[in-house]
């Protein structure tokens, strides 16, 4: 793909609405009317929906009845049926996601188990016509368990092996592992992290799967302080981190890329110990990429300090400038969104349909703002104007969407805060949104 060519872009069918009330075909049909290329398949949508046509419900999609399937057959059944559906409308389905839970590994034992786990939905893959299962790391909810006897050497050692073992596993059945490191892991929380492992189990079919919330969000961005930013750490150090990890991974060993961006929350979050802060964050406060800030908030805009200056959208990661980077080392896969929000709980028909209008709004707009920051193509190569692509304007930050506690994400979503900006400052915004909405809904 060339570097002007524009990425092929996909959704998870979590972002565009809680399977309580929006199901899979609904969110499916969403994403093809606009215009997104494939949909990420939530695995627990997808067992919505075989719950679904168990109860008699999609039976017009399906080759047979529910009735005469064992579980096994029922899963394949239903897998290919979504893929039926999505094969019609023009989409692919580029990633099944997560797999959870396959770490904190003592015995071979436990490795058999996870394995197990694992192999109900590989083998439900090639019926989905899906290549790719995601592999996130793990919130472990109890005593730390690096300690003495178990070392975080041994942990890892553990990790290679099991994920070697994965890894042929899944080549049996045509699928691609990608590691993600999620922000709030107990262990494994970094790219550099799921870099040294993936890098040691050596396999083709085993890669990295970065996502721009869960990167920033550990490495740049921490919820537990006032400011919102990891104690010690600015702009500047962040982008010196990315482009260590652009020199550091080849472009083919990221196999894939999940982008959202977040908002600051009303007060600092706190851990606990079911849910640590980053997750709960994760799960009230992430939005689309270059979201423009409503303007019913614009009196609430703050600078940021000049170390970690605003990143003039809705959210304050910068999701911008790592999503030019991973461009600029040659990554050409897909761009896929994937953001958490109180507002997916919501119940009306329309809800697919408004998350996934912003979702792919800011997918164009990003790859607006990638392609013409300075960069020109030689021999596949990306040049581009570096302080360009990856310096932030002083412009205004991120608004609050009520003003609540961020306490209760673990039963539903928080509410959302920020502060003030001088006034002329708050007017340049005002007209630089107001021309940015009259154009795109022109």
């Known amino acids: 793909m060339s570097a002007h060519t524009q990425p092929q872009f996909a959704i998870a069918s979590l972002s565009l609405g809680t399977n309580v009330y929006h199901d899979l075909p609904t969110k499916i049909r969403v994403a093809s009317d606009l215009g997104y290329n494939g949909i990420e398949i939530f695995i627990p949508d997808f067992e919505a929906f075989v719950d679904e046509f168990r109860k008699g419900k999609h039976a017009d999609m399906c080759t047979m009845p529910a009735s005469s399937c064992s579980p096994v057959e029922l899963d394949i059944v239903c897998a290919a049926a979504v893929y039926r559906l999505c094969n019609s409308l023009g989409l692919e389905i580029p990633l099944f996601q997560p797999l959870r839970n396959f770490e904190n590994f003592h015995t071979q034992e436990e490795i058999d188990v996870a394995l197990a786990d694992a192999e109900r939905w590989l083998r439900i893959m090639p019926a989905l016509k899906c290549d790719l299962l995601l592999v996130c ?111 550091t991974i080849p472009a083919e060993k990221i196999f894939f ?65 790592m999503t030019t980077l991973l461009h600029r080392m040659g990554y050409r896969g897909w761009w896929s969104l994937e953001v958490f929000n109180k507002s997916l709980q919501e119940s009306d028909k329309g809800c697919p349909e408004r998350h996934g209008r ?85």
């Not at 009230?284 to 703050?302: G, S």
């Not at 020109?376 to 932030?392: G, H």
């Not at 509410?415 to 107001?434: F, I, K, M, T, W």
């Open 137 to 247: 790391s793990n919130h472990i909810p109890r005593s730390h368990i690096i300690t003495e006897d178990y070392p975080v050497e041994m942990y890892y050692e553990k990790q290679v092996d099991a994920f070697r073992q994965l890894g042929a596993l899944a080549e049996r059945y045509g699928v691609r592992i990608g590691y993600e490191p999620l922000s709030w892991g107990t262990v494994v929380d970094n790219w550099m992290q799921v870099w040294d492992i993936v890098k040691r189990v050596d396999r083709e079919n085993v890669g990295v799967l970065l996502d721009s919330f869960n990167t920033l969000g550990n490495q740049y961005a921490d919820p537990g302080q006032p400011s919102m930013i990891r104690k010690g750490q600015t702009l500047e150090g962040m982008l010196s981190n990315l482009e260590e990890m652009t020199r």
């Open 257 to 321: 890329y999940q982008i959202a961006d977040a908002i600051r929350p009303a007060e600092v979050c706190v851990d606990d110990d079911n849910m640590p802060r980053r997750m709960k964050w994760s799960r009230a406060c992430r939005v689309f990429p270059c979201e423009p800030p409503p303007l019913d908030d614009f009196m609430e805009y703050t600078f940021s300090d000049p170390e970690n200056p605003p990143s003039g959208y809705w959210g304050f990661l910068p999701v911008v400038q």
């Open 358 to 442: 912003r979702g792919i709004d800011g997918l164009r707009t990003l790859w607006d703002v990638v392609r013409t920051s300075g960069m020109v193509s030689c021999d596949s190569d990306v040049f581009f104007d570096t302080e360009r692509a990856i310096s932030a304007s002083p412009t205004m930050s991120t608004p609050p969407l009520s003003t609540g506690s961020i306490s209760d994400a673990s039963d539903s979503f928080s509410s959302l805060g920020s502060d003030s900006e001088p006034e002329d400052v708050l007017l340049e915004a005002v007209d630089r949104a107001e021309m940015e909405l009259k154009t795109k809904h022109n």
